[in-house]
């Protein structure tokens, strides 16, 4: 993905357009032009870049990053963004972030130095992380004992406390009405921890 292409799908979900919303703007008929120039696809041809700047109500130089957006007096810049995928149900044997698996792309802070994210659903981790959160995962084989890790079993991806004692693994929920999760032997081989959860968007 260009660095047009990640600015452009920025500076739209900043101004909360969707990509219809944002074709219009630029006069397209449909929105497959915005798609195909937000997965990196198409190019945009340079007339149409002050243009494009113009509906994006930002600047030509911003789009290709060559400056950052002015900031108003009184204003708090937002934190240096960076593009992961949103993973949906997970395909068996597949890489978790294969693109049958990707939803969309979402824009979180780069200081978390994620991976991907996923959607949760129910409420094990309740309080802490609720039904309908995003939490955002980077990539990594192993946890430290009591972190939240996204942990596939089979098919399926659970975020829960991971602990390990001698040959069991154990994932524990923060909802004290869900039993802890308690797996060993052979039922160990469809365990793989993809990675640690490192932050968390609600309301998106």
Request: charged letters at 25%; aromatic letters at 4%.
């Amino acid at each position: 993905m260009s660095e047009l292409s990640a600015r452009v799908r920025l500076r739209r979900e900043e101004l909360h357009l969707s990509q219809e919303e944002l074709a219009q703007r630029m006069g397209y008929r449909s929105k497959s032009s915005i798609t195909k120039l937000e997965k990196g696809v198409n190019d945009l041809p340079n007339a149409r870049l002050k243009e494009l700047a113009a509906a994006l109500e930002t600047t030509p130089a911003y789009l290709l990053g060559l400056e950052e957006p002015r900031i108003p007096p009184g204003f708090e810049p937002l934190p240096k963004m960076k593009l992961v995928p949103l993973v949906g149900s997970i395909a068996c044997g597949t890489p978790i972030t294969a693109e049958q698996n990707i939803e969309r792309y979402i824009g979180v802070p780069a200081a978390w130095h994620a991976d991907f994210a996923l959607t949760c659903h129910g409420d094990s981790m309740s309080p802490t992380i609720c039904d309908g959160d995003i939490v955002c995962i980077r990539c990594q084989p192993e946890v430290e004992q009591g972190q939240i890790a996204a942990v596939r079993i089979g098919e399926e991806a659970t975020l829960k406390h991971f602990h390990q004692q001698g040959d069991a693994v154990i994932l524990i929920a923060d909802n004290a009405a869900c039993p802890p999760m308690v797996y060993t032997g052979s039922q160990l081989e469809d365990i793989q921890i993809e990675g640690r959860a490192v932050g968390f968007c609600r309301g998106l």
